[in-house]
T-cell receptor
Framework: DVKVTQSSRYLVKRTGEKVFLECVQD?????MFWYRQDPGLGLRLIYF???????EKGDIPEGYSVSREKKERFSLILESASTNQTSMYLC????????????FGQGTRLTVV | GQNIDQPTEMTATEGAIVQINCTYQ??????LFWYQQHAGEAPTFLSY????GLEEKGRFSSFLSRSKGYSYLLLKELQMKDSASYLC????????????FGAGTRLAVHP
């Protein structure tokens, strides 16, 4: 059974903290993605990675960074958490190719207080 | 710019048929995906269309018209477990298999 695993389902952090969200996939996929999901806005792409140590900004990268040191692991970093980063964060992975499906993790609901 | 529109909410009756529409305006087109997302769970893949026409997969079918920038997801013989959000996503060219998602349609199935 293919799997994308996010390290936490729920997180509560304080404003200004550095936050790490971890994602691991077991499908040997080259492409990995971080989205945030907000009501009425759908999934918005924060960052994606197409190979180890390679990354590209998505549509809303401000306030975030990423790390991909190993093929199976893609980390999202909130450098200094703010209340407007309270959201559901979803990690996904895909094989290269335009018709490949994305596999999603269960999501991390982050609350910044 | 990139824009994908779908209705916010729909309701339907168990056993009925429902059609969820999606219209898109994107730069480049590499196909259209539908995903299902139950509350609190990960989105899961339902279908992919890249050619015009209807693709049928059991109780679910998906239609695409590229010239109209339009797709729909058709759910037949609705069951209570079909209550979920349905996400339309377009693959766009210009970088690494990027997917642009609509805001999703929340479907409630009633007895």
């Amino acid at each position: 059974d293919v799997k994308v695993t996010q390290s936490s389902r729920y997180l509560v952090k304080r404003t200004g903290e550095k936050v790490f969200l971890e994602c691991v996939q077991d499908m040997d996929h080259e492409n990995m993605f971080w989205y945030r999901q907000d009501p009425g806005l759908g999934l918005r792409l924060i960052y994606f990675s197409y190979d180890v140590k390679m990354k590209e900004k998505g549509d809303i990268p401000e306030g975030y960074s990423v790390s991909r040191e190993k093929k199976e692991r893609f980390s999202l970093i909130l450098e200094s958490a703010s209340t407007n980063q309270t959201s559901m964060y979803l990690c996904a992975s895909r094989l290269p190719g335009v018709n490949t499906e994305a596999f999603f993790g269960q999501g991390t609901r982050l609350t910044v207080v | 710019g990139q824009n994908i529109d779908q209705p916010t909410e729909m309701t339907a009756t168990e056993g009925a048929i429902v059609q969820i529409n999606c219209t898109y305006q994107t730069s480049g087109f590499n196909g259209l995906f539908w995903y299902q997302q139950h509350a609190g769970e990960a989105p899961t893949f339902l279908s992919y269309n890249v050619l015009d026409g209807l693709e049928e997969k059991g109780r679910f079918s998906s239609f695409l018209s590229r010239s109209k920038g339009y797709s729909y997801l058709l759910l037949k013989e609705l069951q209570m477990k079909d209550s979920a959000s349905y996400l339309c996503a377009v693959g766009v060219s210009g970088g690494y298999n990027k997917l642009i998602f609509g805001a999703g349609t929340r479907l409630a199935v009633h007895p």
